[in-house]
């Protein structure tokens, strides 16, 4: 019974993979034609007139940190963990 079982659980894994090198490969997605010279120089335009609005986009000069006004300047060390003892009380 065991062995019907671990047939049945083979077959069943193994289906799925059989599917799949056993379909034809077919591009489903046709070839788009091809852009005119018209599209072409429209995307050309389109194109530089985005490169020079990214030109006047300013340097961020300031932090864009929304928590930087609650932290301190400096980070605090941190502070050494005192070693516990046996009976878990720390040192004195």
């Known amino acids: 019974m065991r062995i019907l079982?671990?047939?049945a659980v083979v077959a069943?894994?193994?289906t799925p993979a059989y599917a799949q090198i056993s379909t034809p490969h077919i591009?489903?997605?046709a070839d788009g034609p091809t852009k005119t010279p018209d599209?072409?120089?429209q995307d050309a335009v389109r194109d530089k007139a985005y490169r020079e609005s990214l030109k006047k986009i300013p340097d961020a000069k300031?932090?864009?940190d929304p928590w930087g006004t609650v932290r301190s300047e400096?980070?605090?060390a941190a502070t050494p963990a005192k070693p516990k003892t046996k009976?878990?009380?720390a040192q004195q």
């Open 5 to 7: 079982g671990a047939m």
């Open 12 to 14: 069943l894994l193994a």
């Open 27 to 29: 591009n489903l997605l």
């Open 39 to 41: 599209e072409l120089e």
């Open 62 to 64: 300031t932090s864009s």
């Open 74 to 76: 400096a980070p605090k």
């Open 87 to 89: 009976t878990g009380s």
